[in-house]
């Protein structure tokens, strides 16, 4: 009888059968606890054990198991005081990660150095993540401002520069129910921006694409002016490009050199993404 000698190598079809079955199975417990991450993601601040669970249907003795690894793994954070769980830095850098593979965070660097460098203010990069308005890329002036936000930061729809010129571009359906949300909450800020009700939301985004442009002022940081404009791929908006100032210490009224050396440089930065008018 002859015996077959072992080569070591296995069977295409083995690892094919191998891989499907991988893919079948999974890893359940991950499946399980991922929607936590996911729902973490989706907030705009820390939130308690209880409401966390709730939003993902799960045990509250369970959800607590499995944020118990996610802080060993370094993806979720307790507050100490509140108690209450937020994602962690490793989770902001990776979804940041993530969304610097599409390149639009990289390519915009020398973009927003250069109009940093031009008229000497903070410039700042932000993108619809997760269901928000989130800045993804931020470029200090070199004199310290004292603004104090960083990558990661979600930004409301409506009080701030950059979100109302999302909504203004980006599909309806992803950004109503966050304008609904801000303006239920009647916020001071809105009332002083003249924003009460829905005709007054549609004639805020109708002045952002008539002018390409949005300013805010004491919104999401007293004491800071922030001016916005759209950044386009061939498909459509992607991100805004904003400058961050203290007020008055520079002019973003209409036809500034601020507001012209912005449009410049978003629309420079849209036609490298593939834009075109």
């Known amino acids: 009888m002859l015996m077959m000698k072992k080569t070591g190598k296995r069977d295409p079809g083995e690892v094919a059968n191998e891989k499907l079955d991988t893919v079948k199975n999974g890893i359940q417990s991950i499946e399980v606890g991922l929607p936590l991450l996911t729902e973490l993601a989706r907030g705009t601040g820390a939130v308690t054990l209880t409401e966390l669970a709730k939003s993902v249907n799960m045990a509250t003795s369970k959800a607590h198991k499995y944020l118990a690894s996610f802080i060993r793994l370094g993806f979720v954070e307790q507050e100490p005081l509140t108690g209450k769980y937020d994602l962690s830095t490793s989770s902001l850098e990776l979804g940041l990660s993530a969304l610097r593979r599409v390149e639009v965070p ?3 660097g020398r973009y927003m150095s250069a109009l940093r460098d031009e008229i000497g203010q903070t410039v700042t990069l932000t993108s619809w993540i997760a269901g928000h308005p989130t800045i993804v890329r931020i470029i200090e ?21 950059s979100g109302p010129v999302l909504a203004a571009y980006l599909d309806r359906s992803q950004t109503q129910s966050l304008i609904d949300a801000e303006l239920s909450a009647g916020s001071p800020i809105l009332k002083r921006m003249g924003v009460r009700k829905k005709e007054d939301v549609e004639e805020l985004l109708r002045r952002v694409r008539t002018d390409g442009l949005a300013r805010s002022k004491d ?3 007293s004491g800071i002016s922030g001016l916005s404009a759209p950044v386009f791929n061939h498909i459509g908006i992607v991100a805004t490009l904003n400058v961050l100032a203290v007020d008055a210490a520079v002019d973003f009224s209409h036809g500034s050199h601020a507001c012209e ?3 410049k440089t978003a629309s420079q930065l849209s036609h490298r993404l593939g834009w075109r008018p």
């Open 106 to 108: 990289e390519t915009a």
């Open 219 to 221: 919104t999401v940081l």
């Open 141 to 161: 002036c070199v004199r310290p401002i004292g603004i104090t936000i960083r990558a990661g930061s979600v930004l409301p729809v409506l009080s701030s520069s």
């Open 261 to 263: 050396s912005l449009r």
